[in-house]
């Protein structure tokens, strides 16, 4: 075999082992991916209510639990809640399912980790509240 032709032959294991090695990162979320605190804004309209921003601090423990400071906007009236509690889990493919505040939101974490992308989904009523989150 020529020199040209291992060099070809290097050159595609070499991209061969970086394309499954990046297939592998995206597909490994776990619980754990999502951990620390992370910077929240949200906004929507509630149903009834009017409309809805808020931010705040979730933190996230690695092993499912997590804990939230908010600050709440709704209809032009600041409103404080306590600090809450819930749950999370993420699925292999990154996806995020959580409770807290007595409703659930689907999540997407992005950028390594470094973010999410979240959605209320528990409203039967029409409610339309989503969100960005950065890691502190």
Not at 3 to 19: E, S, Y
Not at 90 to 98: A, E, M, N, S
Not at 101 to 108: A, L, N, P, Q, R
Request: hydrophobic share 40%.
């Amino acid at each position: 075999m020529s020199q040209r032709n291992h060099i070809w032959l290097w050159t595609l294991v070499v991209l061969w082992l970086a394309i499954g090695m990046q297939a592998e990162d995206r597909a490994g979320c776990s619980n754990a991916a999502l951990h620390g605190s992370y910077g929240l804004h949200a906004k929507g309209t509630v149903i009834g209510v009017g409309d809805f921003a808020a931010v705040g601090r979730f933190t996230f423990d690695g092993r499912g639990n997590l804990t939230a400071k908010l600050f709440v906007r709704v209809n032009g009236n600041n409103v404080e809640p306590p600090l809450l509690t819930g749950t999370y889990s993420v699925g292999p493919d990154c996806i995020v399912t959580d409770t807290w505040g007595g409703s659930t939101h689907v999540s997407v974490i992005v950028d390594n980790g470094k973010g999410y992308f979240i959605l209320n989904n528990t409203s039967d009523e029409g409610d339309t509240i989503s969100g960005e989150a950065r890691r502190q």
